[in-house]
C-alpha cells in the first residue's frame, strides 16, 4: 500500500490483514460451525423480522448440542451446580442432602470455598481422586492415579494440549498425526493451526465404519515419504460415523500403535452412547491392560472424557478431563507447565465432572430420580438412532449405517451428476450445495460430508440424533421428500 503522510505520520494500512495474520489459522476449518451455519442464522433473523419462508423455524441438526435440541438436564447435577453457584441453598429445605453433600465437598476444596476461585491448574485435586476411582470402576480394577488425571475446559482443550506438545520438527521431520476420515473437525482444525502433518486412514463404510489395520499401515507407509508420523488419534465411538469398535479391533490397534511406535490418542467421549445389540465400549486403557506388561507397560497414551455428551449433554459448562499413560515423567512436567499457563479449567465445569464420575449411590435419596432421567435419556437415543437409520434406509438414493453409539448419522447420498455439475458451476462441493438447498427450501441445517473428509466421489451429510422424537420425525420426513424432489429435478 502507498504510504500517504498526513500531519508528517504515514499511514500504511492496517498492522493486521488477510496477508500479514498468521498462516496456518488461515488453513483452519471448522465444518460444524462453516458456512452453512452462518446462513441458518441469518434465515433465523429473516423469520424474526416476517420474511416469509417455506417454513416457520431452523432446526439445528448440525451440532451435538443436546440441551438447544431440548433434551432436559438431569436434575440432580443443576442442583448441585445450583448449590455450589449460590450456597446460601444449602440452608433450603428443597433440596436433598445428597446433593448437598456433594455440594460441600466441592466448595471445601475450593479457594475461599467458592466455585469463583482459581483451582490448581491441573485440576481440583478431589475431583482428579474421584475421576482416577471412577476410571478404576469403569476398567474392572485396573488401577488409576490423580497425578495422570488433567481436567479440561471440555475434551477438546485436553486434545489440542496433546497435540501441541507432540508436535515437532521440520520438512520431512514434522510430525504427522494419523486421524480417521471422515474425522471431528477438531483434529484437522488443530492440525492446521500447528503446523502438523494430517495422515488420512479410511474407516470402511461397507463394514459399518469399522477401522482396518491394514489401511492404517497403508496410510503410515505413505506418509513415511513426507513427514515423521508419530500419533494415532481414533474417535470411540465414532464421529461423526457412529460405529463403536469391537474389543478385537482395539488390540488390533494397540498392536500396530506399539510395532511402530505411536503415541496413541484415545477420544472416549461418547462411552456411554452405546445403542446396538451386541456392540459394547471398551475403554483402550483397560484393552491396553489386558493385554499384559509388553503393551500395558510401554505403549504411550492418552484418552479424554468428556460432560459434553452422553446423558448429561452439559456442553455449556466446558467440562473435561484426560488420563495420560506411560508418559515420560520429564513430558509430564512439561505438560503441567504448559496448563499451568492457562491457570485453570472452570471450576463449575471441574464440579459438574465430579458428580459425572461420582454420581447418587443405591442409598442416597437423588439415586432414583437420577437413574430414571439417566435411563429415559440414553433410550430416547438408542430409539431414534434406530427410527434414523430405518427411515434414511427406505429412501432412495440415501443409505445409512445403523448408528452404534455416539449421536449422529453419516447417511451416504447418491447425487445425479447434473447436480453435481450445477454445483461445480456455483463454486460449490457437491454435498454442500445439497445442504444449502436444504437449509434454503426447508429450513433444516445439516453439515455436508465434505466437512469430515470422506472417500473421492461419494457424498454424505451428518445430522445428530437429538431432536425431540416427534420433531426428528419431521425432519426425517422433510429431507426424504427434499431428496426426491432434488433427485427430480436433476435427473
Known amino acids: 500500500a502507498a504510504d500517504l503522510a498526513v500531519n508528517g505520520v504515514s499511514h500504511r494500512g492496517k498492522v493486521l490483514t488477510l496477508d500479514s495474520m498468521n498462516p496456518n489459522v488461515k488453513r483452519v476449518e471448522y465444518a460444524v460451525r462453516g458456512p452453512i451455519v452462518q446462513r441458518a442464522v441469518q434465515i433465523e433473523k429473516e423469520l424474526k423480522e416476517g420474511v416469509k419462508k417455506p417454513f416457520t423455524e431452523v432446526i439445528k441438526a448440525n451440532i451435538g448440542d443436546a440441551h438447544a435440541m431440548g433434551q432436559k438436564p438431569i436434575t440432580f447435577l443443576r442442583q448441585v451446580l445450583a448449590l455450589c453457584s449460590y450456597p446460601e441453598l444449602l440452608e433450603d429445605n428443597m433440596f436433598p442432602e445428597d446433593a448437598k453433600k456433594r455440594a460441600r465437598r466441592i466448595l471445601e476444596s475450593c479457594g475461599g470455598h467458592s466455585i469463583g476461585a482459581y483451582s490448581a491448574s491441573q485440576g481440583i485435586e478431589c475431583i482428579r481422586q474421584d475421576v482416577a476411582r471412577y476410571i478404576e470402576r469403569r476398567d474392572g480394577g485396573i488401577p488409576s492415579s490423580p497425578d495422570n488425571i488433567y481436567l479440561s475446559t471440555g475434551a477438546s482443550d485436553a486434545i489440542v494440549t496433546m ?118 465400549f471398551h475403554s483402550f486403557k483397560k484393552v491396553l491392560f489386558e493385554m499384559g506388561p509388553e503393551y500395558s507397560s510401554t505403549v504411550e497414551m492418552a484418552s ?56 447418587p449411590q443405591p442409598d442416597e435419596p437423588s439415586y432414583t430420580t437420577f437413574m430414571k432421567e439417566r ?48 454445483a461445480k458451476e456455483e463454486g460449490q462441493v457437491p454435498d454442500m450445495y445439497y445442504c444449502m438447498r436444504l437449509l434454503e427450501e ?50
Request: aromatic share 8%; charged share 20%.
Open 375 to 422: 435411563t429415559a435419556v440414553l433410550a430416547a437415543l438408542a430409539e431414534k438412532a434406530r427410527l434414523t437409520e430405518e427411515t434414511f434406509n427406505t429412501v432412495p438414493g440415501i443409505t445409512c449405517n445403523p448408528v452404534q453409539g455416539a449421536m449422529y448419522t453419516f447417511p451416504r447420498i447418491t447425487l445425479p451428476q447434473k447436480a453435481i455439475d450445477k
Open 163 to 280: 497435540l501441541k506438545l507432540l508436535v515437532c520438527g521440520e520438512g520431512r521431520s514434522r510430525t504427522g498425526v494419523m486421524i480417521s476420515i471422515p474425522q471431528y473437525p477438531l483434529y484437522s482444525a488443530a492440525l492446521a493451526d500447528l503446523g502438523a502433518v494430517q495422515i488420512s486412514y479410511y474407516l470402511d463404510e461397507d463394514k459399518c465404519w469399522s477401522l482396518d489395520v491394514a489401511e492404517l499401515r497403508r496410510a503410515l507407509n505413505a506418509a513415511r515419504q513426507h513427514c515423521n508420523p508419530r500419533v494415532l488419534c481414533i474417535i470411540n465411538p465414532g464421529n461423526p460415523t457412529g460405529q463403536v469398535q469391537s474389543r478385537q479391533c482395539i488390540e488390533d490397534v494397540i498392536r500396530f500403535a506399539k510395532e511402530e511406535h505411536l503415541f496413541l490418542m484415545a477420544d472416549e467421549v461418547y462411552q456411554d452412547n452405546v445403542y446396538a445389540e451386541g456392540c459394547k
Open 442 to 491: 426447508e429450513g433444516i441445517c445439516l453439515v455436508p460430508g465434505s466437512g469430515f473428509g470422506q472417500r473421492e466421489g461419494t457424498f454424505h451429510f451428518r445430522m445428530t440424533i437429538l431432536p425431540p422424537t416427534e420433531k426428528l420425525k419431521v425432519v426425517l420426513q422433510k429431507i426424504r421428500e427434499f431428496h426426491l424432489r432434488f433427485t427430480q429435478e436433476f435427473s
Open 304 to 359: 479424554f472424557h468428556s460432560t459434553s455428551k452422553c446423558y448429561m449433554g452439559e456442553c455449556g459448562f466446558r467440562g473435561g478431563y484426560m488420563e495420560v499413560i506411560n508418559m515420560d515423567p520429564e513430558v509430564k512436567a512439561q505438560l503441567t507447565k504448559l496448563v499451568s499457563v492457562r491457570l485453570c479449567p472452570p471450576v463449575p465445569g471441574q464440579a459438574l465432572l465430579d458428580l459425572v464420575v461420582n454420581p
